[in-house]
């Protein structure tokens, strides 16, 4: 096996060259984030008007058609979903392509089954880091990365595997090690991990042993606590150090049952159906297939969903976890392969009847689970939402929006700074604020640590100048804050407190009690370990003097009921003046989607204040 770290690599490959980031979702973005902070040049191809697009201009870039983002790049990195990017390569990247690109996929699955085939003249690479691009995000803003795989397909220019090197050098991944491979070996490996272990094995596992017992005159919450509910503690044993690790660490009887019985269920007839499986893999079966049945409209896919999701197997499953409030936090992470995509939920996006009509989803809302899950606030289907669970929402809201105009915006001419522990607060009077605070032990301190070296480079090098920071400079600072925060925060670090209900009750209601006089708020998410808020200050009520009202009373009446001592929030907090009517909206609905970004299910502690209480229409 051949490893290679960033002592085999050099960066400088990818010097001076365009890198092309096709496709703006979970992997897309992490990719062209840590290229971007790793001081190279990237572009976005990615569709307008949608959330993708949305996010790379919030993320500083300049989004372009696909076509075009294909002409320019010197090195094509395509992140699209598989059962859609042969269709957008064969209409907006191959018309495109030119001898002397590289041509860079983040999972082999369309070059190995022969659904894109790259030109003569063109290198054909591949850098599968194995996690979600979340992952792959925050370690490398720790200073860490996410191991990959690298693989050449084709070797044009004859220095295809430095130009994958670079390529993951620059995204995080050798700082821990990237594993030479092939995109045979990727694809397959990917496809039947996922069939017969880490998705279709696993579940098929818990569905029999949960049904056995229950016809065995077994409780079905009792099943679900042994068969399915407890595999998680099993899990995180064997990951975090191995199997012989883990039976060190349970029972005698727990390690003999495991290994005299467990022969017992996956047997030789078990063994014998693993390999068809792979079989099918590595023919094209299951590839042709699964682009079949996208394009005849998901019909088998959503059956088979909808069955098990209304199984007494999920309600078994939801009455066990109410009784386990601390729970509340799912892990967010969508996928087991190097997409980072995941499972599409019943509600289909667009995009596949495009491809079963023949259109271009590059024209269509793209199918990323992370963007199906999403939903709108006012989804009457989701349980906990604000148009359910709020006390302060009292009419339905399908053909209402929230009020962007009546508030005045970011104006330079009014605009003071203040500066704060971390990044300055920009404050101007009327304006409206989406700020974000949170517990102090949020975050790891190596990371608060990481992000005050790099603030202090941007103030050093503006010092050196002899100028004070810019307002882009300022606002390099907010995203670099941000993302940081957001990815710890939203992968649930430290204590979570606001996973008790008495305290997420205590914050939402300190939330609402002065709305209207001292401010209008406008949304809020009062998430297990941080805040987030919407809102105007009124006339003589300062930014700070609210927040400190906030937080110096909850932390007081909070450390009461959980009988602690000590800080519960961190000092500093992040603000962001709203600039535009779109940015409003956009900000709105970052804070009410936060917790289904976040995993959480049946999320209470969300919703709009009485002055703005208006949904804005589902996208």
């Known amino acids: ?62 989004p372009v058609a696909i076509a075009e983002a294909s002409a320019q790049g010197d090195l094509l990195i395509v992140t699209l979903p598989d ?36 030109p003569e003249g063109v290198d054909c690479v591949l850098v599968a880091p194995k996690g979600p691009g979340t992952l792959l995000r925050s370690l490398y803003v720790e200073g860490r990365g ?19 090197l670079a390529w993951a050098a620059g995204i995080g991944s050798t700082r821990s090690g990237c594993i030479a491979t092939t995109f045979a070996a990727e694809t397959e490996a990917d496809l039947f991990g996922e069939q017969v272990v880490l998705c279709g094995g696993v579940t098929a596992l818990m569905k029999a042993a949960f049904a056995t017992l229950v016809e065995a005159g077994f409780a079905p919450e009792v099943a679900y606590i042994e068969c399915i509910h407890e595999l998680k503690q099993i899990v995180d044993l064997v990951y975090a150090e191995g199997l012989s690790a883990m039976r060190r660490r349970i029972s005698n009887t727990a390690e003999y049952g495991d290994l005299t019985r467990g022969p017992r269920v996956i047997n030789d007839e078990c063994r014998a159906e693993m390999r068809r499986i792979l079989d099918e893999i590595r023919s094209g079966t299951f590839a042709r297939e699964w682009i079949a049945e996208c394009r005849a409209g998901l019909p088998n896919l959503t059956r088979l969903f909808e ?44 995009a596949f009847q495009a491809v079963a009509k023949g259109d271009s989803p590059a024209s269509t809302p793209q199918a990323s689970a992370e963007e199906a899950r999403a939903g709108s606030p006012c989804d ?26 009546s508030i005045s915006y970011f ?24 700020v974000t605070f949170r517990l102090a032990d949020s ?39 941000s993302e940081r925060v957001e990815a710890y925060l939203d992968a649930g670090h430290g204590a979570c407190y606001m996973n008790d209900p008495r305290i997420a009750e205590l914050v939402q209601s300190a939330l609402l009690f002065f709305d209207g006089q001292r401010y209008d708020l406008v949304a809020w998410a009062v998430m297990p370990n941080h805040v987030h808020a919407v809102f105007v200050p009124r006339a003589k009520f300062d930014l700070a003097q609210i927040l400190h009202s906030w937080k110096s009373y909850t932390s007081n009446q909070a450390n009461g009921l959980l009988n602690r001592q000590g800080s519960f929030w961190q000092p500093e907090y992040f603000d962001h003046l709203i600039r535009d009517a ?38």
């Open 1 to 62: 096996m051949v490893i290679y770290t960033d002592e085999d690599v050099d960066l400088a490959a990818l010097a001076g060259r365009i890198i092309a980031v096709v496709g703006y979702g979970n992997q897309g973005r992490a990719h062209a984030l840590n290229l971007r902070d790793s001081g190279l040049r990237v572009v976005i191809g990615q569709r307008p008007g949608g959330p993708g697009h949305e996010m790379a201009v919030a993320d500083g870039f300049s």
């Open 83 to 118: 059962e859609l990017a042969a269709d957008v390569y064969e209409r907006e990247i191959a018309p495109a392509l030119r001898p002397g690109q590289a041509l860079g996929f983040a999972h082999g699955f369309n070059v190995r089954f022969g659904f894109i085939r790259p």
């Open 146 to 164: 996410l191991p990959a795989l690298v693989a050449v397909e084709q070797d044009a220019s004859g220095h295809a595997m430095q130009t994958a």
């Open 307 to 350: 069955a098990d999701a209304h199984s007494p197997l999920e309600s078994a499953g939801q009455a066990v976890r109410g009784l386990m409030p601390w729970l509340a936090r799912g892990t967010g992470v969508c996928g087991t392969g190097s997409r980072g995509t995941g499972i599409l939920p019943v509600d289909r996006p667009t």
């Open 380 to 405: 009457e289907s989701r349980a906990g939402s604000p148009c359910h669970d709020n006390p302060c929402h009292e009419s339905p809201c399908h053909d209402r929006h929230v009020d962007a105009h």
């Open 411 to 434: 104006d330079h001419s009014q605009v003071e700074k203040r500066k704060g522990a971390y990044l300055p607060h920009w404050l101007q009077d009327g304006a409206a604020y989406s």
């Open 443 to 481: 975050l790891p301190e190596e990371v608060v640590e990481s992000f005050i070296r790099e603030r202090e480079e941007i103030v050093r090098r503006a010092a050196a100048a002899g100028r004070s920071l810019t307002v882009d400079e300022s606002k390099r600072l907010e995203t670099l804050y």
């Open 582 to 619: 779109a940015d409003f909206e956009r900000s709105v609905r970052y804070v009410l989607d936060n917790p289904k970004r976040a995993g959480l299910t049946n999320w209470r502690w969300v919703g709009y204040g009485k002055a703005f209480g208006k949904c804005i229409q589902g996208t």
